[in-house]
């Protein structure tokens, strides 16, 4: 059972056509829909310390990882049985290049709460990152944020929902708004993704309401891919009330 924090202000559950709940926690600020996800996760831990949890990078998540790394503090939170599995990483990106996602996870994460270097990865080409993960015992908990155009991960416009952990083509929307030279990147696929046992996606700023609005009104929509997630027995959507503004919840 997640935690809610106290600065959810409304929660709204839908079904889907299998009877899976998908729940949507809509929080005012962006700050309180990151310290609402923050708390899950460090929920997470501290009931199940050897927990495998999905990660991602990110602006979104910013303000999750600074809570939990304050949380952390206040807490004395037994992080050395968990493992955690980032989401993706730029093809052939060097592991301390700047924009690298390894050094978004250690100066954000790893650093911060203490942990050691053998308690994370990233995708590579020359892994079987579903391998690995099946290996761990499996994802318990996801965590995800969203694209403009409604990626997760970087499974983008267009991605199959059997799709793997693979190389994959950025679009030109993402390279522009990540402001980076990359055209390509390794990313766990949509099928990867199912596979976690928990799922939790976290909008935040209106430019998400659309592809927010578009998942809710959306199933198996390839042009969307965060609408295949609606399929999934236990999924969670964070909201601050910007990326909430275009759906009507009536809470
Ligand atoms: C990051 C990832 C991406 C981002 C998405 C939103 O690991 O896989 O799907 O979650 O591009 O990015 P921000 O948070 O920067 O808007």
Redesign the pocket.
């Known amino acids: 059972m997640i935690p809610i924090s106290n600065v959810v202000f409304g929660i709204r559950i839908f079904y889907n056509k299998a009877g899976a709940k998908m729940r949507i926690l809509q929080c005012g600020t962006k700050q309180d829909a990151a310290e609402t996800v923050a708390l899950m996760l460090v929920e997470r831990m501290q009931s199940h310390p050897a927990s495998v949890i999905g990660l991602?990078?990110?602006?979104?998540?910013v303000p999750l990882y600074e809570t939990w790394a304050r949380l952390d503090r206040e807490r004395s939170i037994d992080h050395g049985r968990g493992f955690f599995f980032?989401?993706?990483e730029y093809l052939g990106v060097s592991p301390d290049h700047p924009l690298s996602?390894r050094q978004y996870a250690l100066n954000h994460f790893i650093k911060p709460l203490g942990l050691r270097e053998d308690q994370f990865v990233l995708p590579n080409e020359h892994q079987d990152y579903d391998q690995l993960i099946r290996e761990a015992g499996g994802i318990d908990l996801q965590l995800?944020?969203?694209?403009?155009n409604g990626?997760?991960?970087?499974n983008e416009p267009g991605s199959f929902k059997e799709s793997r952990t693979r190389k994959v083509r950025l679009s030109e929307e993402?390279r522009i708004?990540?402001k980076i030279p990359f055209e390509e990147a390794v990313?766990m696929g949509i099928s990867t993704i199912l596979e976690a046992k928990e799922i939790v996606l976290l909008a935040t700023?209106d430019?998400?309401a659309d592809a927010i609005k578009y998942v809710l009104n959306h199933h198996d929509d390839p042009n969307c891919p965060a609408t295949y997630l609606k399929s999934h027995p236990s999924l969670t959507l964070v909201l601050d009330a910007e990326a909430a503004s275009k759906i009507n919840l009536k809470i």
Do not use: P
């Open positions: 991602a990078t990110g602006l979104t998540m980032f989401l993706d996602f995800l944020g969203i694209g403009k990626h997760i991960g970087f993402t708004t990540n990313s700023g430019s998400k």
